[in-house]
C-alpha cells in the first residue's frame, strides 16, 4: 500500500490523470482507507482550480498562478500525514 507521503508526492500526477492503471488502482485504495489523504486531495483539486479564478480576480499572470498552485503544493507535501 502506498505511504501518504507517496500519496502526496503523486498528487498532481494523480490530479492530472497521469498515473498507469494500477497506480490509479493503488492511490485509489490508499484515498478510500486514509481520511486525510482525502481531505489533502480535496483540498489541492480545489486550489488548483481556485487559483486561474483568483488570477483573474487579482489581475495576476498565469505564470503567477501557478506559482501559487506550485507553491500550495510544496506547503502541503512539507506537512506530511500520520504516515
Ligand atoms: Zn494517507
Known amino acids: 500500500m502506498l505511504s501518504c507521503r507517496d500519496i502526496a508526492a503523486k498528487a498532481s500526477d494523480h490530479l ?8 490509479s488502482v493503488s492511490y485509489g485504495f490508499h484515498l ?5 489523504c482525502r481531505e489533502f486531495v480535496r483540498h489541492l483539486r480545489t486550489t488548483i482550480e481556485l487559483a486561474p479564478h483568483l488570477a483573474e480576480q ?4 498565469d505564470d503567477e498562478a501557478a506559482r501559487i498552485a506550485q507553491r500550495a503544493l510544496e506547503q502541503t507535501e512539507d506537512t506530511q500525514g500520520p504516515q
Open 16 to 23: 492530472d490523470r497521469k498515473l498507469t492503471f494500477s497506480q
Open 32 to 36: 478510500l482507507m486514509c481520511g486525510y
Open 58 to 61: 487579482n489581475q495576476l499572470g
